[in-house]
């Protein structure tokens, strides 16, 4: 059986605008966007979100989604 995944990339540190994955945009936090938009197309199995970020895995969570690992710093 084939399973569909996506891995959305979510870096902790960003230099021009801090914490922007996990800022509020109209309601929510960008990632939850992008996370609801993934679930919404029907089009995968998995969603899996790749970050090196507690702060981000925290998030994540709390929208509902799983984080099985984190990623290492070394990789972000």
């Given at each position: 059986m084939n399973r569909r995944l996506a891995v959305i990339p979510a870096r902790g540190g960003s230099?021009?605008?801090p914490?922007?994955?996990?800022?509020?945009?109209?309601?929510k936090p960008i990632i939850g966007?992008?996370?609801?938009?993934a679930r919404d197309s029907g089009l995968f199995d998995v969603?899996?979100?790749?970050t090196d970020s507690?702060?981000?895995a925290s998030v994540v969570e709390r929208l509902?989604?799983?984080i099985e690992f984190m990623r290492?710093?070394?990789l972000a």
């Open positions: 230099k021009r605008v914490d922007k994955n996990i800022r509020d945009f109209y309601g966007h992008v996370l609801q938009t969603i899996h979100v790749s507690e702060k981000v509902g989604y799983a290492p710093p070394e």
